[in-house]
């Protein structure tokens, strides 16, 4: 294992270029996927080597209820480890249990409690809530999931901002944001270093719910004046994992883009461009990691395997 099991704990670091370079310059659908799945596949790798850890520094410890052949000065010596190292990750690897179960289930919270206030409600794609309060976001579940907006929210806009509004909100349930947005907020808990790419992800889905709703109604600005009164009045969704159209963020940003020519659609971004060399070195930084935790959870598994007894 040796040095191989650390280099997942900070090769997140490499992705941190990437994260604000491709929501400025790649299209919000090839942004959102490259960096969730980089951030994605990072947490996982930094936590199975986390995990490593554990194990490697638990077998050392006097009086663990693992075999006693896990413990064995040849073990010790075919398999390095660092004492430190091995008992800070146990409560560490805990940390990262409670904090992502919790995330879990406040997430589910609160798509229940969202569902639960639409129980009296007509089945429909569409939930008007009779409040003043003004927000609209997605909420997913069911078969399509649906569109909660408040009465509040409807007033602020006009007749085309509130089909613009629809339109953004159907794209965050077609193209499933939620599980984006989950997934990052996941990873990020699990390893603070990728809290970059939970940012960028939050922004990138709302670009691509905007394009598509640009798309849809066919005008750039309505869309564009649309989330610009929408984040003047609301209060966004409840939930961080669930998408809406005045989510928090650079909404300057948003509306800028939406006024400005479409953005051109690239599978991956040209290699001699700034973020094109960054999207190399996240790819790098993440194959890198998933090379390292293999090997080391491959190593350990032989070696242990030939030290425990039958």
Not at 30 to 42: C, I, K, M, Q
Not at 95 to 109: D, E, G, I, K, P
Not at 213 to 223: D, F, N, Q, Y
Request: positive net charge; contains cysteine.
């Amino acid at each position: 294992m040796g040095v191989f099991v650390f280099l997942p704990l900070v090769l997140p670091l490499t992705a941190w270029p990437v994260a604000r370079l491709a929501e400025q310059h790649l299209h919000p659908r090839a942004a959102t996927w490259l960096l969730s799945a980089a951030a994605g596949v990072l947490a996982l790798c930094s936590t199975l080597c986390l995990a490593l850890l554990m194990v490697v520094g638990t077998a050392q410890l006097p009086g663990n209820p693992l075999p006693d052949g896990w413990s064995d000065p040849e073990v010790r010596a075919a398999v390095p480890y660092d004492e430190i190292a091995g008992r800070v990750a146990i409560p560490v690897l805990l940390v990262v249990v409670v904090v992502c179960s919790r995330a879990l289930r406040h997430h589910r919270q609160v798509r229940r409690r969202a569902w639960d206030a639409l129980a009296g409600l007509a089945r429909s794609p569409v939930a008007v809530l009779p409040d003043e309060e003004p927000y609209a976001y997605a909420l997913p579940g069911g078969r399509r999931g649906r569109v909660v907006v408040s009465t509040g929210m409807l007033a602020s806009l006009s007749g085309a901002e509130r089909r613009a509004l629809f339109a953004h909100e159907r794209a965050h349930l077609a193209r499933r944001h939620h599980r984006f947005l989950l997934l990052v907020e996941l990873a990020a808990r699990a390893n603070p270093f990728l809290r970059p790419l939970r940012t960028a992800v939050a922004y990138t889905v709302e670009r691509w719910a905007d394009e598509e709703a640009a798309g849809t109604i066919g005008s750039r600005r309505v869309t564009a004046l649309a989330i610009g009164k929408a984040a003047l009045v609301s209060r966004g969704a409840p939930a961080a994992t669930l998408a809406g159209l005045a989510a928090p963020g650079p909404v300057p940003r948003r509306v800028a883009a939406l006024l400005g020519p479409a953005p051109v659609a690239h599978t991956w971004p040209p290699a001699f461009t700034a973020v094109g060399l960054a999207a190399w070195t996240a790819a790098a930084g993440t194959a890198m990691s998933a090379l390292a935790s293999a090997n080391s959870a491959v190593t350990l598994f032989f070696v242990l395997k030939a030290a425990t007894p039958l």
